[in-house]
């Protein structure tokens, strides 16, 4: 079975619906064709600050909204970042082996960091790709599913393990990005223009999954569309209905060409209501299962410590591999 490896950060509290159709959905999917290892990224979430008692909740809530959206431990390898000491130790050789102008050029460490005032950026936030790179590689990975926003991330992968194995000797796999062209991008509700995204959106055009239902609806409600009146499939002339269209396509599974059909000679009101009420049956029973999941800690830290030792098997011998191959001698 080819290899997948994902990670999604416990910084938000509720995952929003960009991660999930952009990322979280295929996850899910991918466990039953391929060996797949998905993980709480909570070393990268303290590239900004982070208060850590929130942080330990967000981390056990992140891994409960994996499982409430399909995990299944026997069918995947899901663990929490910083309990595989690995990522941190293969993070450095792999920072020694980047260019400080190939790690500027990352443009989201460029977006991030003009948000936060180019002071207050930490050198964590800058080498953040660079750990992202040690997190794929530990585990030889065939493939990573993620939004299109990480593209520019898996092509530095690609070229450290590249330049890695020329010095070194054949050492890693080089992965290919897993994007789907349909949702690789979810776009903000308000501003379509933009992605959504925690950071950047305002509350009103981003639809966290743990939000109150009714809120969910009322925010696809008052999305923002165009002028015009005709549901059509068209994201540069109506970025607005096609993020729509795109949203309800992949959650009822109909396709966009049949949604179409069926909102020929209707409003906008008609899409949004409907869209209104699958984004509503989706979250309610998500909502349900992760709160039951929070409820029983000590299941979730089990399973998560299991995790943790089924993964640090495969990285502790990819480590061992690199730190022989980088010359480091070995502790007696
Ligand atoms: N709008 C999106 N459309 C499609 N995919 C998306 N992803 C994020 N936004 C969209 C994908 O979600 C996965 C997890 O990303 P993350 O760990 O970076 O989560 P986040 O920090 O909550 O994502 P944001 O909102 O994008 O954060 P900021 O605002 O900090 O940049 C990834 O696979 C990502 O591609």
Same mark, same amino acid.
């Given at each position: ?6 990670? #999604? ?8 619906? %960009? ?29 900004? $600050?982070?208060? $850590? ?19 299944? /431990? ?13 990522? +941190? ?11 400080? %102008? ?18 207050? +950026? @930490? ?16 585990? !030889?990975? *065939?493939?990573? /599913? ?14 450290? +393990? ?6 070194? &000797? /054949? ?7 897993? #994007? ?47 002028? *015009? ?17 795109? #949203? ?6 109909? =396709?966009?060409?049949?949604?179409? !059909?069926?909102?020929?000679?209707? &409003?906008?009101?008609?899409?949004? =209501?409907?869209?209104?009420? +699958? ?11 992760? !709160? ?6 000590? @299941? ?6 299991? &995790? ?21 001698? /070995?502790?007696?």
């Amino acid at each position: 079975r080819p290899r997948v490896l994902s990670g #999604i950060q416990p910084t938000s509290g509720s995952f929003h619906l %960009g991660n999930y159709l952009g990322a979280v959905r295929q996850w899910v999917a991918l466990q039953e064709t391929h060996d797949a290892f998905y993980m709480v990224v909570d070393l990268h979430a303290i590239t900004i $600050p982070q208060d $850590p008692a929130e942080l330990r909740a967000n981390t056990r809530l992140a891994a409960a909204q994996l499982l409430a959206a399909g995990l299944a /431990p026997e069918r995947c390898t899901l663990f929490v970042q910083s309990h595989v000491p690995e990522h +941190a130790q293969l993070g450095w050789v792999m920072n020694c082996l980047t260019g400080f %102008g190939e790690a500027s050029r990352m443009t989201q460490f460029k977006d991030k960091s003009a948000r936060q005032g180019a002071d207050r +950026a @930490t050198v964590g936030l800058f080498t953040y790709p660079v750990l992202q790179v040690a997190d794929i590689l530990l585990y !030889q990975a *065939d493939q990573v /599913p993620v939004g299109e926003d990480q593209r520019q991330h898996i092509e530095l992968t690609r070229d450290l +393990a590249e330049r890695f194995n020329t010095r070194f &000797g /054949p050492t890693f796999t080089l992965p290919a990005p897993y #994007i789907l062209k349909e949702t690789g991008k979810i776009y903000d509700l308000q501003d379509p223009q933009i992605k959504m995204s925690k950071s950047a959106s305002t509350p009103k055009g981003l639809v966290n999954l743990l939000d109150e239902p009714k809120v969910t609806a009322k925010k696809v409600r008052s999305a923002v569309t165009d002028t *015009d009146t005709v549901i059509r499939f068209d994201p540069v002339e109506k970025p607005g209905v096609s993020n729509l269209l795109t #949203i309800q396509s992949t959650l009822t599974g109909t =396709s966009v060409a049949e949604l179409e !059909q069926r909102y020929e000679g209707k &409003g906008y009101g008609a899409l949004k =209501s409907d869209l209104a009420e +699958a984004m509503v049956d989706f979250v309610t029973p998500f909502r349900s299962r992760t !709160q039951e999941l929070l409820d029983d800690p000590e @299941t979730l830290d089990s399973l998560l410590a299991k &995790g943790a030792e089924k993964a640090r098997a495969v990285a502790a011998e990819t480590l061992a591999e690199t730190y022989d191959r980088v010359g480091f001698l /070995p502790a007696k």
